[in-house]
């Protein structure tokens, strides 16, 4: 007998649970580098920029109970926000299924192995600076957070180990 479909892809995003929602989130970062939105046209620029709470190195938040107590524009993601944002990168797990897609296989929910987003080439992790450091937001645009990396397929031999329970930044 096959085992039953994930709850990603039988639930809609209301109707999970506090777990498995915080357990969409893959780890990346992503959404925790400062964006820029241009007046004239609107358009949406990531840039390497990571808060000043990023891990830059783990790609976690190094305080994340009190992340919106310490960086008060901190957008706390509900099945709500998510219908109102539009600037979570294209390999968000959140944003992946709610545009109706299956989660990649570097998914720690996939793959069983929390590193797999590191490895995959998805997370932010030894490529961001803080902003502590950067100056100006105009010298760091980059567009590798909006993108999906291509070329770094499912390697021979990664498969679901144990599901792990991630924390959304
Ligand atoms: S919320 Fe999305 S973009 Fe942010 S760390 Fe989690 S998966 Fe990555």
């Known amino acids: ?29 992503r959404c925790c580098l400062h964006k820029l939105r241009f007046e004239d046209t609107g358009d949406l620029a990531f840039t390497n920029v990571a808060c000043r709470l990023l891990d830059l190195s783990t790609a976690r938040c190094r305080d994340y109970a009190h992340r919106r107590t310490r960086v008060p524009d901190c957008v706390n993601l ?11 990168p294209p390999t968000c797990g959140y944003r992946v299924v709610k545009e109706g897609k299956d989660l990649a296989w570097w998914h720690p929910l996939v793959s069983g192995d929390p590193q797999t987003v590191h490895t995959a080439g ?7 600076v803080s902003e502590r450091q950067a ?19 499912k390697p021979a031999g990664a498969s679901r180990k144990q599901k792990q329970k991630e924390k959304s930044p």
């Not at 509900?78 to 979570?88: F, G, M, Q, S, V």
């Not at 998805?122 to 961001?128: D, F, N, Q």
């Open 78 to 88: 509900t099945p709500a926000t998510l219908r109102e944002i539009d600037w979570l």
């Open 122 to 128: 998805i997370s932010v992790s030894g490529r961001a």
């Open 1 to 29: 007998m096959s085992a039953p479909p994930p709850f990603w892809k039988t639930k809609t995003l209301d109707q999970m649970t506090r777990d498995e929602w915080e357990s969409l989130c893959d780890g990346c970062g």
């Open 135 to 153: 100056g100006p937001l105009e010298h760091h645009i980059a567009d590798w957070p909006g993108r999906t990396p291509r070329g770094r397929g």
